[in-house]
């Protein structure tokens, strides 16, 4: 079942005396509890989108719907994880966990209740009182994926969430999203650069055109989870995006 549809999908920016066409005729239904990845080159309109379902972005054409309403504003139905964690410095753990049910006005006894639940689902009991400044990369990026459910969002949006980790640690982080996934059972709306990472997580890759925007391939994966990098199987898919990517490279 569809829970979140583009429908015919334009982005027009202000430049100068012009308009910058970001994304145009971009169309697409993400099933309930599908992982789905963007991947394109840079500048192609992926965070954008991303920024439109958030309600972050306003829409120029078409319409972006959720649960067959259409998004005008940003909403707690929608969570947005960003690479840049954005986390509040002066706030501990769990009080950034509790910062949106707080804007809510949810009572403290059920913000703290809930910010424990995703404490422990991300990993980070033992850790509620540490600030921003006492943690780890990949640690501050568990507190903005908690920070998101917690909310309990239809959907999470995530924008390039481990693009600024090592390697290792982007590893270790895209296993423990695959666990938080399946235990919760969200859609995933997921911008990447890196075509392993999408190979390794996504249920679907959207690949788009350079700007402006639009939908160039669908890939529909098949291999079963957890996924392994080494596999012929995993290689050859992988392979097989990059050379569309530089292909489209090219032309563009």
């Not at 707690?76 to 966990?97: A, E, T, Y």
């Not at 403290?108 to 980070?124: I, M």
């Not at 994926?145 to 600024?164: C, K, Q, W, Y």
Request: charged share 30%; net charge neutral.
């Amino acid at each position: 079942m569809s829970i979140l549809s583009f429908k015919n999908v334009g982005k027009v920016f202000p430049k100068d005396k012009e308009e910058l066409v970001a994304i145009q005729n971009f169309t697409l239904d993400v099933e309930e509890g599908e992982f789905v990845c963007l991947l394109g080159p840079s500048g192609c309109g992926k965070t954008t989108l991303l920024r439109m379902v958030a309600g972050l972005e306003s829409i120029s054409k078409g319409a972006i719907e959720l649960n067959g309403k259409g998004i005008t504003e940003p909403g707690s139905d929608r969570g947005m994880v960003f690479q840049d964690f954005g986390l509040f410095p002066w706030r501990n753990v769990k009080r950034n966990i509790e910062f949106g049910l707080e804007v809510r006005g949810i009572p403290p006894e059920k913000r703290a209740e809930t910010a424990q639940k995703y404490v422990e689902l991300v990993g980070l009991k033992g850790f509620e009182q540490s600030h921003p400044n006492e943690l780890s990369g990949g640690m501050k990026q568990r507190v903005g994926i908690a920070r998101a459910l917690a909310n309990d969002p239809a959907v999470l949006l995530m924008d390039e969430p481990f693009g600024a980790l090592d390697a290792q640690t982007r590893n270790q982080m895209q296993f423990e999203l695959l666990r938080i996934w399946k235990e919760t059972r969200k859609t995933v709306l997921f911008v990447t650069h890196s075509v392993d990472e999408a190979v390794f997580l996504a249920d679907r890759i959207v690949v788009m055109t350079g700007r402006p925007g639009s939908i160039k391939d669908l890939w529909e994966l098949e291999l079963p989870r957890p996924r392994n990098r080494a596999s012929s199987e995993f290689i050859a898919l992988r392979k097989d995006i990059l050379d569309e990517l530089e292909v489209q490279k090219t032309v563009v």
